[in-house]
């Protein structure tokens, strides 16, 4: 083959038209051949020669005619999603999951793991390795279509070296390179902050296929920003760019764990959110909540006090309202200094949507700059904290459908 090199000198002519096609069949679903050649410019034979290609590297189906009212009816085209697997790691801050996906991307199976790296770094990895091979066990019948490895964490990374950067919340100053852990298995191994391994995942099968400029802002654990600009996601010069829960809203606020005083994150971090449930629930001021804890023994998670709302007990009503109030100013703060088409609320939080919902669209009609005439689209990300796990395997995706990892 011969490999004629432009741009950017990364792929070659052939490869860079192959993942064109692969993307928007991807991206829009169901297509034909004439559509792809008008869509890309293509010449007829040209797309018939890759599309047979890809068919016959089973990345695309033949599904069906489309309807058309005269003539032969074009046959439409679909991306197969089984076509191969990845292996998603995604760290958190009390523990991990590493799972097995398709390239939707969708779970098809996890393993859950309470050892954090935080904690204890060399039994959580050690655990890993245990839970790696039960993955790669489940899978064992399509080991050699699993693409890579691909690893989301909190926090700064550098995805070239593989490392864990130091951060003040997540390895307590400490950076931590990942590959010696993870070389045996002899896969790619991609990186990359839990928020834009999100962001990542919006623009292949999520609220923002079509969209290049896009804020996603991440409310779990810890919050966070993917910023992706120009179809891009934007790091930073020191890779640590889109860290909107260290951004200050009240000087004389908390002490935050960063150093800093006030900043977001102590107010919309669902760990924040569980100190005051448990508070409530301790002095009864929330009668579903006082129930779980004293009646049920439950320990609380963040969907009690969802549930609790539901029940209509006023405190988590109280307690979501107020969470989606500060969401509310971190995202008119983003969208004051970033203009971005579209931003994603995503992360645990997302999963509050219908008692978050009005207070952010109130703060953003009260607050915004230029509210008179700029009409922000503010999408809600369905995932909960699943998309860490479908961020980090969207990771390696993205290098897939970019041709770099020679499977196409
Ligand atoms: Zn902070």
């Not at 080991?143 to 070239?160: M, Q, T």
């Not at 839990?194 to 804020?215: F, Q, R, S």
């Not at 971005?340 to 999963?351: C, D, F, H």
Request: glycine share 8%.
């Amino acid at each position: 083959m011969s490999r004629q090199r432009i741009g950017d000198n990364l792929t070659d002519v052939k490869v860079k038209n192959r993942a064109l096609v692969l993307r928007l069949v991807k991206k829009r679903g169901l297509l034909s051949r004439i559509e792809l050649a008008r869509i890309t410019g293509l010449t007829q034979p040209t797309i018939t020669n890759i599309v047979n290609e890809l068919i016959n590297s089973n990345l695309l189906h033949e599904v069906g005619t489309s309807d058309t009212k005269s003539g032969r009816k074009p046959i439409l085209l679909s991306f197969n999603n089984r076509a191969f697997y990845t292996i998603p790691i995604s760290f958190s801050r009390h523990g991990f999951s590493v799972a097995l996906t398709d390239l939707a991307p969708s779970i098809l199976f996890r393993r859950d793991s309470f050892y954090s790296l935080l904690e204890n770094t060399d039994l959580a990895l050690l655990e890993l390795q245990k839970e790696f091979i039960h993955v790669l066990d489940y899978a064992t019948q399509s080991l050699r279509l699993i693409l890579g490895i691909g690893i989301s964490v909190p926090g700064p990374v550098d995805a070239e070296t593989c490392t864990i950067l130091a951060h003040p919340i997540f390895l307590n100053n400490k950076t931590l390179d990942l590959r010696p852990h993870l070389l045996e298995y002899d896969l790619p191994i991609f990186m990359s902050n839990n928020a834009d391994a999100a962001c990542l995942y919006e623009t292949w099968n999520g609220e923002a296929k079509e969209i290049k400029n896009m804020v996603y802002f991440m409310a779990g654990e810890g919050v966070g920003a993917g910023i992706l600009i120009d179809g891009k996601i934007y790091q930073g010069y020191n890779k640590k760019a889109g860290e909107i829960g260290h951004t200050t809203v009240n000087i004389f606020g908390p002490r935050c764990t960063c150093g800093n005083q006030g900043c977001l994150e102590m107010y919309c971090s669902t760990l924040k959110i569980l100190e005051k449930a448990r508070e409530a629930a301790w002095f009864g001021e929330s009668p579903y909540l006082h129930h779980l804890l004293t009646e049920e023994h439950t320990e609380l998670h963040f969907h009690h006090v969802i549930e609790g709302a539901r029940n209509e007990d006023p405190t988590c009503l109280n307690i979501l309202k107020q969470l989606g109030q500060y969401i509310g100013v971190g995202i008119v703060n983003l969208l004051n200094f970033n203009d971005p088409e579209v931003i994603v609320i995503g992360g645990e939080a997302a999963l509050a949507r219908e008692f978050i919902e009005e207070p952010i669209r109130r703060g953003i009609e009260e607050r915004l700059l230029y509210r008179e005439y700029v009409q922000p689209r503010v999408f809600y990300s369905r995932w909960g904290d699943d998309i860490r796990l479908l961020g980090a395997a969207s990771v390696v995706l993205d290098h897939f459908m970019a041709g770099e990892l020679g499977r196409f």
